[in-house]
């Protein structure tokens, strides 16, 4: 898997040299446009694994783990020559290609209002759409008018952005399958970078529940808006992901994030809790949502102000989001599993359990006290199990190999000291809250009427929680029927994945990444770059 480099790959400061002398000075207009004209941007996918449901609503936290899935933005100029008479033009072009789906799709841009319209026959992408608009509106409202005219030559180049997903945020069991490949780690790695998507198919009565494409869970909705923007804004020179600290890239970040909360919302049409975007670009981290009034009124002042205008008052909006620190303890690694039943639609089962809430507002704030309590004591007894590595690390390793080669009803047995005691009395909190974290959301999926935990992925958390090495398994975010999650000790993970594999189970080459969103040095095609090239062990 490719790595965020710490090399500046391009920076397109609008201060032009006499090599981009505008398009209008010469009648042949501007010819062989280099190639650091071309930004690459890539932000992760994501796991939750507290705070499902809870999170929509401030103040519950949920800790999210962002992971070696990354979704790719590639944006370069569409045009390498500028026409003489393009200073008249008041409409740009954009083309946008999903290899993976077999779609290129063309649009025309207006340069005032930064509207979009489709002037091909392919399936529009909302994400996308609403990706470019907001990006640059974004640049024109934080530029003056020198940087605004030259902005407006680079636009009239038009833009030529690709997308390319992971192929861990894509269901392959039908390719595998179809290749005679059993059903392992090893025969998602052999597969093509960036293979083609499977779609799923609609039912009988053109009725469907089931999202157009099959997918594991991972967010890739806001891995691709987010992937977007950032290759946009530092495209257009908004922000400079080149750097990878300090005050100032924190700040760039924050842009990005403000952006492409924004633009996801915009695309769904809902304003969501948005712990999948700020993993997109923040990486792992504990999580308190925004207040919704901060897009909800960018909502309402979109039909009464220029874009421009909104953008500008996004940006400068109150944005009371909360991130802490977090990442797994030390020898501690996150697993997922494909049952292979194609994925849920989390809009609609979010639906469901705000109608209920509204329906049996007694009972749904009890549940939800008592996960939030729950999801706080896992966040705690993971958070003491860090600080115990910290602190004695030697006894540590020793306990987490030892309870790694053996069933957690014999964890105990592993401790014959206080700290090693401490180190597997906070193995056992975090079960017991998992458990109880289990158990409250399948009793609201039921009272709801959605399958939060459905039968078939009880059955396989477990049995997954009583193998060797196994201390955490549930269904992520909104549960269903996505992608399921473990924690394995030490290097048990290859033996579950066996396991799994053995039960129709396809273990994914996702593991845990902290990173958040940043710039590549190069095409993820060329470089063969996929979250299982690195490696097929899973640990």
Not at 248 to 257: F, I, T, Y
Not at 351 to 371: E, F, I
Not at 474 to 500: E, H, Q, R
Request: aromatic residues 8%; hydrophobic residues 40%; proline residues 5%.
């Amino acid at each position: 898997m490719s790595s965020c480099t710490r090399r500046r790959i391009v920076r397109l400061v609008l201060t032009y040299n006499s090599d981009f002398i505008p398009a209008t000075s010469f009648p042949g207009g501007i010819k062989n446009i280099p190639e650091e004209m071309t930004v690459i941007a890539s932000a992760p996918g994501k796991v939750l694994i507290t705070g499902g449901y809870l999170v929509l609503e401030r103040p519950n936290a949920g800790i999210v783990l962002s992971t070696n899935a990354r979704f790719y933005a590639i944006v370069k100029p569409l045009y390498d020559e500028l026409r003489p008479d393009s200073w008249a033009w008041s409409w740009t072009d954009l083309k946008l290609t999903s290899p993976q789906m077999g779609r290129e799709t063309m649009y025309k841009m207006s340069l005032k209002h930064f509207a979009l319209q489709c002037t091909s026959s392919e399936a529009r992408n909302p994400f996308v759409e609403y990706a470019v608009q907001y990006a640059v509106a974004a640049a024109y409202s934080t530029f003056d008018n020198n940087k605004k005219d030259l902005l407006q030559k680079l636009l009239l180049q038009g833009f030529d952005i690709t997308i390319l997903g992971s192929n861990d945020f894509y269901s392959y069991r039908n390719e595998i399958e179809a290749r005679g490949l059993p059903l392992t780690p090893e025969s998602l790695a052999s597969l093509p970078p960036f293979s083609s998507i499977t779609f799923n198919a609609e039912q009988s009565d053109g009725q469907n529940s089931k999202p157009e494409v099959a997918k594991t869970g991972l967010g890739s909705s806001a891995a691709m808006t987010t992937s977007v923007v950032a290759a946009l804004l530092h495209y257009l020179g908004v922000v400079n992901l080149s750097s990878y600290s300090g005050a100032q890239h924190q700040e760039n970040l924050d842009v990005v994030h403000i952006i492409a909360q924004t633009a996801h919302c915009m695309a769904q049409g809902k304003v969501g809790s948005g712990f999948d975007v700020s993993s997109a670009v923040y990486g792992s981290h504990r999580y308190v949502r925004f207040s919704p009034q901060v897009i909800s009124s960018a909502q309402n002042a979109i039909r009464a102000m220029p874009l421009e205008d909104v953008v500008a008052d996004v940006l400068k909006g109150k944005w009371d989001h909360e991130r802490a620190k977090f990442s797994l303890p030390p020898l501690m690694n996150l697993l997922l599993g494909e049952p292979g039943t194609g994925g849920s639609s989390t809009p609609s089962m979010v639906g469901a359990v705000k109608n209920w809430q509204k329906s049996d507002p007694q009972h749904s704030s009890d549940t939800w006290k008592r996960l939030s309590e729950a999801n706080t004591t896992l966040e705690a007894q993971l958070t003491l199990l860090s600080k115990l590595a910290e602190d004695h690390w030697e006894i540590y390793q020793s306990v987490i190999y030892s309870c790694s080669m053996c069933q957690p009803q014999k964890w105990v047995e592993q401790a014959s000291e206080a700290v090693s005691h401490e180190i597997v009395k906070a193995l056992f909190g975090a079960r017991d809250a998992m458990l109880n974290i289990r158990s409250e959301m399948k009793l609201m999926g039921m009272a709801a009427g959605i399958p939060i935990e459905p039968e078939s992925q009880t059955e396989l958390l477990d049995a997954t929680m009583n193998m060797s090495g196994v201390l955490l398994a549930g269904v992520p975010g909104a549960g269903g029927f996505d992608a399921v999650f473990a924690v394995t000790l030490g290097d048990s993970g290859n033996n579950l994945a066996k396991a799994w594999s053995s039960h129709n189970v396809l273990a994914l080459l996702v593991r845990e990444d902290p990173r958040g969103v940043c710039i590549e040095n190069s095409d993820p095609r060329t470089n063969q770059i996929t979250s299982g090239m690195s490696s097929v062990s899973i640990v």
